[in-house]
């Protein structure tokens, strides 16, 4: 399909306004030109019952932030489930607020909890630190969902983009440490260490993703080039001490046609499949990466939000 009429729109005022992509600016830019970009793409934020900010503790003694958000009163009498969220922005960039909007979304349209975790970013804290985080805050809101009136047995883990990297590698270290899942959402997730797709070379400029930010971010990330050979970083290809992907909680998958990891998401789905997993695969034709946070431009995105809801009520609902 063409791109959608309001994707191309969006293309033209961005190679309009020239402004300079994020591998052109110090990270420091790069940070404020993301955040000052969200609320342009993305709907307004949606009123909840509560949005608490809280500080989880991570295995080197430092703490991280998270936000829960609240459709409705929780408690232990009736708890909610909770989808535990990543954001995306090639470790590197992104934060709570930048996907605030989608995380208020999620939670009014699942009547679920979420909450946001503010990993360690890059170039500050390399690879593996993120997933670090994403497994201990993961364990933290399996061991504190009581006291936050959650239900331990209905959490699913979701994120976008590197986010959704950070999600489907959590998938497999909670499914090791015995802590169930009913879902992992997956938004254009990266799998591959390598971007040598043919959607990566047919989509590498002129798309939202220019390749040349795509391996900034990665190199600010990565410790060393041997970190791309690691499944932690690249759960479709990566060798070094890979697991067994099997036993892994259903995955609920979007891509988007545009998007240069449109083929490693799609390659992700079918190695999950192969494994014997619960795969639900999405392509969201005429749209680009990170398309789930344009709504406020793109109105057909809320068919996309609409699908990744009522995929979080089914996995609620049959736990």
């Known amino acids: 399909m063409p791109l959608n009429p309001k994707v191309a729109a969006l293309l033209q005022m961005i190679e309009n306004s020239k402004y300079p992509p994020l591998h052109t600016l110090t990270v420091a830019e790069a940070r404020q030109a993301y955040e000052r970009s969200a609320p342009i793409l993305d709907v307004p934020p949606a009123p909840l019952h509560r949005v608490e900010d809280l500080s989880v503790p991570v295995r080197d003694g430092s703490r991280i932030d998270a936000r829960l ?52 970013l890059a170039p500050e804290h390399r690879f593996p630190s993120a997933v670090h985080d994403t497994f201990d805050a993961l364990h933290w809101l399996h061991a504190e969902s009581h006291a936050l009136g959650l239900d331990a047995g209905r959490i699913a883990i979701g994120g976008d983009s590197a986010g959704g990297t950070l999600a489907t590698v959590g998938a497999v270290l909670a ?112 749209m680009i990466h990170e398309f789930f946070k344009m709504r406020r431009l793109v109105p057909d995105v809320a068919q996309a939000h609409e699908a990744a809801i009522a995929a979080l009520r089914r996995a609620f609902d049959a736990a």
């Open 69 to 120: 958000y609240l459709p409705r009163e929780a408690s232990w009498a009736a708890p909610l489930p909770a989808l535990m969220y990543l954001h995306g922005g090639g470790f590197t960039v992104g934060s709570l607020a930048t996907h605030d909007a989608l995380c208020r979304l999620l939670a009014r349209g699942a009547d679920c909890a979420v909450l946001s975790v503010a990993y360690r």
């Open 175 to 286: 499914r090791d440490a015995g802590l169930p899942l009913v879902l992992q959402m997956l938004l254009y997730p990266g799998t591959c260490g390598y971007q040598d797709t043919a959607s990566h070379r047919r989509l590498a400029h002129g798309y939202f993703l220019p390749e040349e930010t795509i391996q900034w971010f990665f190199e600010n990330y990565i410790r060393t080039r041997d970190d791309r050979d690691d499944w932690r970083f690249a759960p479709l290809d990566g060798a070094v001490s890979a697991p067994d992907f099997s036993g892994l909680a259903p995955a609920w998958i979007a891509v988007a046609e545009y998007d240069p990891l449109l083929d490693e998401g799609i390659a992700y789905a079918e190695k999950l499949r192969l494994a014997g997993n619960r795969v639900e695969l999405h392509r969201f034709d005429g």
